[in-house]
Each structure stands twice: as C-alpha cells, then as structure tokens.
C-alpha cells in the first residue's frame, strides 16, 4: 500500500515539475522575443551572390521628350537626314537615316581622327608636293612649306584636299594603311555602313548613313584639336618660303553667319563635303539659349545654300518641338 501511494506521489511529481518548467521556458522565451521587437536588425556581412547583395541599377540618362507628334514642317532637299540629341543619341527627326550614301569631304573627319592616333610634332615641316594638289583645292601651292599644324587648320576649316593628302604622306604610312586605320577606327566606333578608300573624300566609295555620320562628328568632337579646327570661321596659313599669309574661310556657313541662325557661335563645330555623287553634305552640332546641343545631318541636298538652311531649320524644329529633362513640363510628358 505504501509503495503504491509512493509510485503516485512520484508520477504526479513528475508531472508537476515538468508543467512548471514548460511554463518558465514559456514565459522567458516570450519576454525575449517581445523585447527583441523593440530593436533595430543587425546587420549581417555582405556576401557576394544569390539575393544577400545585389548592385544597385545603373541610372539611365534621360531622353527628350516629344511635346507632339507633328511631322516637320520643312521642306527638305536632302536625300537624307538625321537630328538626334548629343548627349543621349536620341534620334528626334530621320529622313532615310539608314540609307547609305557618299559623304565626300566629310570623309576628313575620320582621316583626322586617324592623324591623332599618330606620333606628332605639330611644329615640323612639310613641302606641298605636286601629287598633293588637286585642281578642285586652291588654298595649297606646290612648293610651298607649312608646319603639319597649318596643314591640319587647312584641312579642317577649309577642307583642302592637298593639305589631307601632305598630311597623310608625312605620316609614314603607305595610302592603303592609312585608309586600313581609317576602316579599323569605323569598326572600334560601331559605324557599320561606314567604309573609305581615300582620305580626302573626292572617291563616291566612301561612304556611310546619316545615322553613322552623326555618331562619327560626336566621337571627333571629343578630340579638342578637332573641336577647336571646326569651330574656326577664318584662319590664316603662313608659308614659310613666302612672306604673304593666305587666308582660308570655314566651308560651314552656319559658323560664319553667311546663312542667317540664332545658335551660339561656340556651339557650331561641323564639316562639309561635295562631289557630284553625294551633292550637297553636312554635319553639325548646333546649340539653342538654354545650353541643349544637337547634331544634324543633310546628306545630298540639291544646293550649297540648302544644306545648311535646311540643317538649321531642323535643328530649330527639333528645339520647339522637344523638351528635356531639365525643362518645365517634362516630368508631366512621363506620365
């Protein structure tokens, strides 16, 4: 009897104990946890992969924004054309941008960016050879010695041919590695309808869109010897075997003003070119008041005077017709 009074006491010991002890586990787990709510999560190390740490996403320019959808409202001689923002690429206005087409003298801007790419002393001389000349560049006599660095401002403000052709002589390369970096520099720069044969531009074979065009003056344009070139409106050459300097004008008659336009002088940098294939070309960047640059391209416009009216008159469209992120109502058209 007293055994058996024993086992039960010891069981419903037993019992007791182990209610009380889940109570107390209970009771001080939960404390923890209500305390814990009240703090801020500790920070763990950052590990490399899965979901724990993760790049933040690269911002993405703006672009400009359409006030309207309305076609231009000029009247374009060009065969194609192009106005695309400077910063971000964004096209604003095509006309067979992807067409592609001559580009004569704008030819020059890739057979200067190749120059650069040279060891050069822009101090050393050169004597104007008779295979130098052309009967359509007049600026250059044969016989005529000129630092590379006159023979560079020639070039590029009054696009000679002669001068392109000294220069590209001088730079110890034969025509066919010239014209092989000039090909290789339009592949590292993504221009795939570019192709050249020659550095001057008279040869139709070289060619290229209006698309790539524009891409190509914004890669030269980070070159500061070919900004400060294109932004020349006169310029004078001094042989140094004669005491009479010549003075060469800007073939870009929006630099000069002798086509009427409101851009900033210090925004117009751009490039020329004819030849009966291509007709009428250019290339420009051009700026409005509030410090927004755009480039334009005419490609085969019917007269000297149209390319650049009608370059002028597409970048004023796209200036009235656009609006840019740091403009009033812009945020209002990304709703």
């Given at each position: 009897m007293t055994k058996k009074v024993f086992d039960f006491l010891s069981s419903f010991g037993m019992v007791i104990l182990g209610v009380s002890l889940l109570f107390i586990f209970t009771v001080s787990f939960s404390s923890a946890d209500k305390n814990r709510a009240y703090q801020f999560p500790r920070s763990h190390p950052r590990l490399a992969g899965g979901d724990i740490y993760t790049e933040p996403p690269t911002a993405q320019p703006q672009i400009p924004l359409a006030k309207n959808v309305d076609e231009a409202p000029v009247t374009t001689t060009a065969l194609a054309a192009l106005?695309?923002?400077?910063?971000?690429?964004?096209?604003?206005?095509?006309?067979?941008?992807?067409?592609?087409?001559?580009?004569?003298?704008?030819?020059?801007?890739?057979?200067?960016?190749?120059?650069?790419?040279?060891?050069?002393?822009?101090?050393?001389?050169?004597?104007?050879?008779?295979?130098?000349?052309?009967?359509s560049s007049h600026q250059l006599t044969a016989g005529e010695i000129y630092t590379l660095s006159d023979l560079w401002n020639a070039a590029l403000v009054g696009s000679s041919n002669s001068a392109v052709r000294a220069l590209a002589r001088f730079s110890g390369l034969t025509g066919e590695e010239f014209v092989g970096r000039m090909n290789q520099k339009a592949k590292n720069l993504n221009l795939s309808t570019m192709h050249f044969v020659e550095p001057t531009g008279l040869d139709s074979d070289n060619v290229g869109s209006a698309k790539d065009t524009a891409q190509m003056l914004k890669a030269a344009l980070k070159f500061e010897k070919i900004l400060q070139a294109l932004q020349i409106g006169e310029y004078y050459l001094h042989p140094l075997n004669s005491a009479k300097p010549k003075r060469v004008w800007s073939t870009n008659w929006l630099l000069t003003k002798w086509i009427p336009n409101d851009f900033d002088t210090k925004d117009i940098c751009g490039k020329t070119g004819f030849i009966n294939d291509a007709r009428y070309n250019f290339v420009v960047r051009v700026g409005d008041k509030t410090g927004h640059r755009v480039i334009a391209v005419v490609l085969g416009a019917a007269t000297n005077e149209a390319r650049f009216s009608e370059a002028r008159d597409l970048a004023n469209w796209a200036f009235e017709h656009y609006l840019w992120p740091d403009e009033t109502g812009y945020n209002e058209l990304t709703q």
């Open positions: 106005v695309a923002d400077e910063q971000t690429g964004t096209v604003l206005y095509q006309k067979n941008s992807d067409e592609v087409r001559p580009l004569a003298s704008i030819t020059k801007i890739m057979a200067m960016m190749v120059f650069l790419d040279l060891p050069i002393k822009w101090s050393a001389t050169t004597t104007v050879l008779e295979s130098d000349c052309d009967n």
